[in-house]
């Protein structure tokens, strides 16, 4: 069975930044397309950034880019989301997820984390 599980989420003041970490285990790291998604209260969950099985190509949604960095170490089975010049907008509950097969998409996700609350404030 595939757990998933991210760390690193807290608060900081709008321009500040923080650096999310999330690790997979029950299945080859790098035989998984990872990603972060995250979700507003009243809001729809959105992709954040994916990362293919070797971290060669990556991709962010509109909000974030040249903010955003994600990154892999299939040494270290981790997953990383390096967030700078952090905006209030930017609060949301984050999600870590993998899909075998898929990429990019919620659709294909095949495993979540549990969250981790990201608050910035102005």
């Known amino acids: 069975q595939v757990q998933v599980a991210e760390s690193g989420g807290g608060s900081v003041q709008a321009g500040g930044s923080l650096r999310l970490s999330c690790t997979a285990s029950g299945l080859p790291f790098d035989d998984l397309t990872m990603g972060w998604f995250r979700q507003a209260p009243g809001k729809e969950r959105e992709l954040v950034s994916c990362?293919?099985?070797?971290?060669?190509?990556?991709q962010y949604g509109d909000s974030v880019k040249d903010r955003f960095t994600i990154s892999r170490d299939n040494a270290k089975n981790t997953l990383y989301l390096q967030m700078n010049s952090l905006k209030p907008e930017d609060t949301a509950m984050y999600y870590c997820?993998?899909?075998?097969?898929?990429?990019?998409?919620?659709?294909?996700?095949?495993?979540w984390g549990q969250g981790t609350q990201v608050t910035v404030s102005s």
């Open positions: 997820a993998a899909a075998r097969y898929g990429y990019c998409s919620d659709k294909s996700v095949d495993y």
């Open positions: 990362i293919s099985r070797s971290g060669t190509n990556t």
